[in-house]
């Protein structure tokens, strides 16, 4: 049930080659367990036994869906990574869909982008930009304080005003992020309460089409479609339209709702990015004033200690950001070889679920039909016309008219239906060299008082089962007299334990 293999367990099989009285006559396959975490664990039991080449594809199926899975899981690791370092760096990174597609490929990913003071802009443009002020900083000689305090002085007027304006920038980023936050808010409430209500139609649509008499009954004390309060007088006592109808319509506004929750998100993103890199921004320029005051009070002779500073910074601010714009590309790189793994999981998937039954496992099934409605007629089925019956191609099942057999049967016929069905599985896998242990076992097979000849037809088929090379034993507690007339003529051997003992007897010293 978790995606993963494990073995096939006897458990699982038995139930094809044992029947015991107390539970076993209860139905088809009335002792398949379904404690050990198999999915269909009774198909992949007749699989198995008949060695069908649907198993196969089943297990294929099972480890491409566990692959994509995994590929999932990493992409959403990945992404979330970039988004956390691109967001501690004030960074964008535009174009990345939160799990992989059919068409996503790293050319179209948008970009990195970076708020510039200006507007947003590319990373790498930027990087190019603070390089280029870097190296023109480099090129000239640092000068004395005494020689440069004028323009020490201007460029300070200069940041405190940059301060005060990027302040104001950061108050209303901050408040447009909180904002963004509580739309996010409110949507997902919104979403929250139109989930519930898809889920009330779903409900009463179930309920409608399993007959239930009485039609969908709505008492709202808010106004549906915007949740706003109801006043006194105003009811909503029926819909215009079907619940079908309702449904759609629900299902609709909830794509567009949480389309809407996706943009806000994105909205939250780019606005946690831009204050993120006007705070880094704001301290640059405070340290930058620092240094300036520092120098305006030192000795003239001294160097300019806050051009050294500014070089300093913009140094360590070109080395970051290309250390984080390689970072997320590694990651990008990764993102796009996932992308393509899934990819080629996906189409494998979808190749191996158009496949129906191959050309031997539908024979078998073929067979397997055919034995079971030559016994059914031959033990004497009246419930259904025996010709009427088929195997289900999806379960393995006895069916009529698409359902499995059950509360449509007599008790005796139900019997029968078992006899025919375990024989059946014991036979198409001897003709097709399967994996039965071409062993049957019946505890009391005459249940229900099945009809004298019905058990007849039960032994003939057996002795030609055993003729063939299988090995079948029935312990029943019919008179003897009556067995011995039955088996006349028929290859068996019978050992009869007198009332009252046992067959397993004490070991005696």
Same mark, same amino acid.
């Given at each position: 049930?978790?995606? $993963? ?47 069908? @080449? ?35 760096a004030g960074i964008v990174v535009r174009g990345i869909p939160k799990k992989p597609n059919t068409t996503w490929r790293k050319e179209d990913l948008v970009g990195l982008e970076v708020d510039s003071g200006s507007g947003w802009t590319s990373l790498s443009e930027e990087i190019d930009r603070l390089a280029q002020d870097l190296e023109s900083q480099q090129v000239r000689p640092v000068a004395s304080v005494g020689q440069a305090a004028s323009e020490i002085e201007d460029s300070l007027s200069r940041n405190q005003d940059r301060v005060t304006q990027l302040s104001i920038l950061l108050a209303s980023a901050i408040e447009d992020a909180e904002q963004a936050n509580r739309q996010k808010q409110s949507l997902e409430l919104r979403i929250e309460a139109l989930e519930e209500d898809l889920r009330k ?6 309920? =409608? ?66 204050? =993120? ?13 620092? $240094? =300036? ?80 409605? $030559? ?37 005796? @016929? ?32 005459? =249940? ?62």
């Amino acid at each position: 049930m978790d995606g $993963s293999e494990g073995p096939l367990y006897l458990e699982c099989l038995f139930p094809y080659f044992f029947v015991e009285q107390k539970h076993g006559w209860s139905g088809v396959q009335a002792r398949i367990p379904t404690y050990l975490g198999i999915q269909d664990v009774s198909k992949r039991s007749a699989e198995f036994i008949l060695d069908l @080449d649907a198993m196969d594809m089943i297990l294929e199926v099972q480890r491409i869906e566990s692959a994509i899975s995994i590929l999932e899981a990493d992409w959403k690791i990945l992404e979330r990574n970039i988004s956390d370092v691109a967001s501690r760096a004030g960074i964008v990174v535009r174009g990345i869909p939160k799990k992989p597609n059919t068409t996503w490929r790293k050319e179209d990913l948008v970009g990195l982008e970076v708020d510039s003071g200006s507007g947003w802009t590319s990373l790498s443009e930027e990087i190019d930009r603070l390089a280029q002020d870097l190296e023109s900083q480099q090129v000239r000689p640092v000068a004395s304080v005494g020689q440069a305090a004028s323009e020490i002085e201007d460029s300070l007027s200069r940041n405190q005003d940059r301060v005060t304006q990027l302040s104001i920038l950061l108050a209303s980023a901050i408040e447009d992020a909180e904002q963004a936050n509580r739309q996010k808010q409110s949507l997902e409430l919104r979403i929250e309460a139109l989930e519930e209500d898809l889920r009330k139609h779903k409900d009463a649509l179930l309920l =409608q089409r399993l007959g239930s008499p009485d039609g969908l009954q709505t008492s709202y004390d808010n106004c549906p479609t915007c949740g706003q309060s109801l006043p006194d007088g105003f009811e909503i006592t029926d819909y215009p339209l079907t619940i079908e109808d309702n449904i759609t319509h629900l299902e609709k506004e909830l794509g567009t709702f949480r389309s809407m929750a996706l943009d806000a998100a994105r909205a939250i993103e780019i606005s946690h990015a831009r204050v =993120q890199r006007l705070r880094e921004e704001l301290e640059g320029l405070r340290a930058a004033i620092r $240094s =300036q005051k520092d120098a305006l009070i030192s000795p003239n002779s001294l160097p300019d200690t806050a051009a050294l500073t500014e070089r300093l910074r913009l140094e360590a601010q070109v080395d970051g950001l290309r250390s984080v714009r390689d970072s997320i590309e590694s990651s990008i790189d990764e993102l796009d070889s996932l992308a393509a793994t899934w990819r080629r999981n996906k189409e494998s998937l979808t190749a191996l679920r158009g496949r129906e039954l191959t050309s031997s496992d539908e024979e078998k099934i073929r067979s397997l039909r055919s034995s079971l409605v $030559s016994q059914l007629e031959a033990y004497g089925f009246r419930s259904l016309v025996p010709q009427a019956l088929d195997i289900s191609p999806k379960t393995y099942r006895p069916i009529h008219e698409g359902f499995d057999l059950g509360f449509d049967l007599s008790a005796s @016929d139900m019997i029968r239906v078992i006899w025919a069905y375990l024989f059946s599985f014991m036979e198409v896998s001897r003709e097709y060299r399967g994996n039965h242990p071409q062993i049957l076992i019946f505890d009391e097979p005459r =249940q229900q008082e099945a009809a004298r000849p019905s058990f007849q037809q039960l032994l003939n088929r057996a002795a030609t089962n055993g003729a063939a090379g299988s090995q079948i034993i029935f312990a029943t507690s019919e008179e003897e007299d009556d067995l011995a007339s039955m088996l006349a003529g028929l290859p068996h051997q019978i050992t009869s334990i007198p009332r009252g003992e046992k067959l397993i007897k004490p070991r005696t010293a």
